[in-house]
């Protein structure tokens, strides 16, 4: 194994850094390419096959390219949707991310799980199988909010963004939900947690937040166990599509160790 083998991060956007924030934490040295399918983004509101070809397609050019020794899908709605056919088609370690139901489920004591994804995330059958998994004996209430994804995108891009539009999520979730109270939620989409702060004001007091992030870098930690690792370049981000990321947003990849920028 090459030291300088990176591993490649891919999402539709942003949201992916989540994930790489906590893989820092574990794996400071491991060198890292992320990749965002911005010309893509919002997977969300895609059918199931768009989203499946895409991301199959895009992951086997950036495989050909980056030779990663690994790769994690930082995508709810990818992962739920694409793992199994991008696991068949790569012959390198693929890790997913879905949706953190099993955790929300051994920390709920209300026993009414809210859980915020993408349109196409919360209709998967693989959520289906977690809930009837590990909450079987709980509610889950799924609320899809693709206005969260855009706001996040808007937040690190150093625009305006409607805060309406998150307490309005947050509203409709707890609507859902009617007389249950909602004490736990699952942030099942890698954008989310980038709006924690505005989520909690939403929410207001009591509620417990739940991301699959640090459960993935554990997970990337354990499979490249023993490998070297010579993070001796700078660490790339590389985006599709004709949209170059925004002064602030250059700062704010510089902040999560990826100074460099380019097209795919
Ligand atoms: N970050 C993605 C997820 O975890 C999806 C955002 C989107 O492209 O709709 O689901």
């Not at 919002?42 to 086997?60: F, W």
């Not at 805060?163 to 736990?184: F, M, N, P, S, Y």
């Not at 937040?209 to 499979?223: K, P, Y």
């Amino acid at each position: 194994m090459n030291a300088s083998a990176p591993i490649l991060l891919f999402d539709s956007g942003v949201g992916g850094l989540t994930v790489l924030a906590e893989l820092r934490k574990m794996l400071p040295q491991a060198p890292v390419i992320y990749a965002a399918d911005t010309a893509g983004l919002p997977y969300g509101s895609k059918t199931e096959a768009e989203i499946a070809a895409r991301v199959a397609g895009l992951l086997g050019v950036l495989s050909e390219r980056y030779k990663p020794r690994l790769a994690c899908i930082a995508c709810n709605t990818a992962s739920t949707i694409a793992l199994g056919m991008v696991r068949d088609v790569l012959n390198i370690p693929i890790v997913g991310t879905v949706p953190a139901i099993k955790p929300a489920a051994a920390l709920t004591k209300t026993g009414v799980i809210g859980l915020l994804g993408t349109e196409a995330t919360i209709r998967q059958v693989y959520v289906d199988r977690l809930e009837a998994e590990f909450a079987a004996d709980k509610r889950l209430v799924r609320h899809g909010a693709p206005e969260l994804v855009a706001a996040a995108e808007a937040k690190l891009r150093g625009d305006a963004f409607d805060r309406g539009a998150i307490t309005g999520a947050v509203e409709a979730l707890k609507a859902k939900a009617g007389d249950g109270a909602i004490d736990t939620v699952v942030l099942a989409c890698t954008h989310f947690p980038l709006l924690t702060d505005e989520l909690r004001a939403a929410f207001g007091a009591g509620i417990r937040f739940v991301d699959g992030a640090a459960g993935i870098a554990r997970r990337i930690t354990a499979l490249t166990e023993g490998h070297a690792f010579d993070r001796t370049s700078a660490d790339r981000f590389v985006f599709t599509g004709d949209r170059a990321p925004s002064k602030t947003l250059v700062e704010v990849l510089a902040s999560y160790g990826l100074p460099t920028i380019t097209p795919v």
